[in-house]
């Protein structure tokens, strides 16, 4: 395949999933460093923009949630034409869904708090934020070993 194949490249079966990915990933990391951030800021106007930068951010990834989860699926069932799942590929399966689903609580949150003016953010959210960190981790290694990235050797 040539590298600049646009065809080639956004028609592949799994295509879809390998670029939709990188967004919620992206943005949910940044969204969280920013929410770190703005825990620990002491100035109140750095608090207020690395808050809203994080609130925007984790916003973004939620809303990438779905495709990507979609795209998954579609290129599971190209691929494997709908074979029984088993192995790394139910493992990176069950892991992207309950990253997902982690997601899209955690924008939830701040979402809620936004609505609600004067609410201060659930003291709770931050170690969320890091298990979803962790899960979202996990579930990218896995993917790489699914794509190839991660062979041995």
Not at 2 to 20: G, N, R, Y
Not at 83 to 112: D, N, P
Request: hydrophobic share 55%.
């Amino acid at each position: 395949m040539h590298p600049f194949d646009l065809k080639s490249a956004l028609l592949a079966k799994h295509a879809q999933h390998v670029v939709l990915i990188h967004f919620p990933i992206a943005l949910f990391l940044t969204g969280a460093a920013f929410d770190f951030a703005a825990h620990w800021a002491k100035d109140a106007t750095k608090k207020a923009t690395l808050a809203a930068a994080a609130y925007f951010n984790l916003l973004a990834a939620a809303v990438f949630v779905p495709p990507t989860l979609a795209t998954g699926i579609a290129a599971w069932q190209w691929q494997l034409e709908g074979h029984k799942l088993k192995g790394v590929l139910l493992l990176h399966l069950t892991l992207g869904c309950t990253s997902g689903l982690l997601i899209c609580v955690i924008a939830w949150i701040h979402f809620r708090q936004r609505r609600a003016s004067g609410s201060t953010l659930p003291s709770y959210r931050l170690p969320l934020e890091l298990l979803t960190a962790l899960v979202v981790a996990l579930t990218a290694h896995l993917g790489g070993f699914l794509s190839g990235v991660n062979l041995p050797g």
